[in-house]
């Protein structure tokens, strides 16, 4: 199976860069981090800081399944303006089985910006809605197509998640996952030892 990578740049939203990772893990996917900093250690938007799996100046996109752009401020401008992550953008857009996922402020700030999303529905937080130049805006918290799967915040991290799990293995192992991690916790009866 050919590895996704979720790019981290300083201001990173950490909700949003780790559920990924956790939830393409849990399903088998092979999933990196990468800093765009020239160091492995990347601090988050609420200070966390994560040591990425590798730096992205060391990192070859060629054939990758997925990247992944989480949101946060800074994090997503500072993602805009590291201008070699613009090539691998393209190049994983052009390609034939190449997929983009973006969420919270990087629909917008990234793609909106290098105008991949003109003519495709999409959505990103509230307020940046502007940048997404000839995009169709979404009611949706999350929404897939054939090259992207967008989310509009934090909050939907997981159904985001998920999402690329399913466009990547198919609904039945996305629901799996998303079983397993009790996000249908009343929909099992067997769970005796629920107290939410």
């Given at each position: 199976?050919?590895?996704?990578f979720v790019i981290l740049a300083e201001g990173f939203?950490?909700?949003?860069?780790?559920?990924?990772?956790?939830?393409?893990?849990?399903?088998?996917?092979?999933?990196k981090t990468v800093s765009i900093t020239d160091d492995l250690l990347v601090t988050g938007a609420h200070g966390i800081q994560v040591k990425a799996d590798l730096?992205?100046?060391?990192?070859?996109?060629?054939?990758a399944s997925w990247v992944i752009?989480?949101?946060?401020?800074p994090g997503a401008t500072n993602l805009f303006e590291y201008s070699p992550l613009h090539k691998v953008l393209v190049n994983q857009y052009e390609s034939a089985e190449g997929k983009i996922?973006?969420?919270c402020a990087s629909p917008a700030v990234v793609l909106g910006q290098l105008g991949m999303l003109k003519g495709r529905v999409a959505i990103c937080y509230p307020g940046f809605e502007e940048?997404?130049?000839g995009a169709v805006k979404s009611q949706n918290s999350v929404v897939s197509d054939d090259k992207f799967v967008l989310g509009a915040g934090p909050a939907v991290a997981l159904n985001w998640s998920l999402a690329i799990v399913a466009?990547?293995?198919?609904?039945?192992k996305?629901?799996?996952i998303a079983a397993g991690m009790l996000l249908y916790v009343n929909n099992h009866p067997d769970l005796d030892n629920y107290f939410g």
């Amino acid at each position: 199976m050919k590895e996704s990578f979720v790019i981290l740049a300083e201001g990173f939203e950490e909700v949003e860069a780790l559920t990924p990772v956790d939830v393409l893990r849990r399903a088998g996917m092979p999933v990196k981090t990468v800093s765009i900093t020239d160091d492995l250690l990347v601090t988050g938007a609420h200070g966390i800081q994560v040591k990425a799996d590798l730096l992205f100046s060391d990192t070859s996109f060629n054939d990758a399944s997925w990247v992944i752009l989480p949101g946060g401020l800074p994090g997503a401008t500072n993602l805009f303006e590291y201008s070699p992550l613009h090539k691998v953008l393209v190049n994983q857009y052009e390609s034939a089985e190449g997929k983009i996922a973006a969420i919270c402020a990087s629909p917008a700030v990234v793609l909106g910006q290098l105008g991949m999303l003109k003519g495709r529905v999409a959505i990103c937080y509230p307020g940046f809605e502007e940048l997404m130049t000839g995009a169709v805006k979404s009611q949706n918290s999350v929404v897939s197509d054939d090259k992207f799967v967008l989310g509009a915040g934090p909050a939907v991290a997981l159904n985001w998640s998920l999402a690329i799990v399913a466009q990547e293995l198919g609904v039945d192992k996305a629901d799996s996952i998303a079983a397993g991690m009790l996000l249908y916790v009343n929909n099992h009866p067997d769970l005796d030892n629920y107290f939410g």
